[in-house]
């Protein structure tokens, strides 16, 4: 994890959200958690509620799950559905996936309101795990 007073500046990446719309991987005047995950992913599985949680709880803070190394299309919406998540969701790509150094998931970012990243983490994390690394 990244000290809280380093910051790291990230590109502005865009990716397809699963309704085909674009979205821009970046904050927007609000505290972002940019969430990787991959559906077949069983820890991704059991934290993805915990995400959902902290979303519904903070409007002031931002979410954005993207799908890497996914079987197909379908199973990142089925995923989606599974969850009953209301965050955006979008397919990832190499790209970002080696942009962003991602190795395992669930991989955070967090990105402040300046589009910095702040901090970063992966593996399983509460609902109160994620909201403190907001801080």
Known sequence: MLASDSTMPMNTF???KLNGEQLFVQAEDKT?????????????NLSIENLEGLHQKNSNIAIIAIALDYESRQSVIDFAK?????????????????????????????LNKENNIVS????????????????
Not at 93 to 99: Q, S
Not at 100 to 110: E, T
Not at 121 to 134: C, D, I, K, N, W
């Open 120 to 135: 970063k983490s992966l593996g399983y994390s509460t609902e109160a795990g994620l909201y403190l690394r907001t801080l």
């Open 82 to 110: 599974r969850h009953n998540l209301s965050f955006p969701i979008a397919y990832g790509n190499n790209e970002i996936k080696t942009a962003f150094k991602v190795k395992a998931y669930p991989s955070y970012y967090i």
């Open 14 to 16: 865009v990716v397809e």
């Open 32 to 44: 972002t958690v940019v969430y990787f995950f991959a559906p077949w992913c069983q820890v991704c």
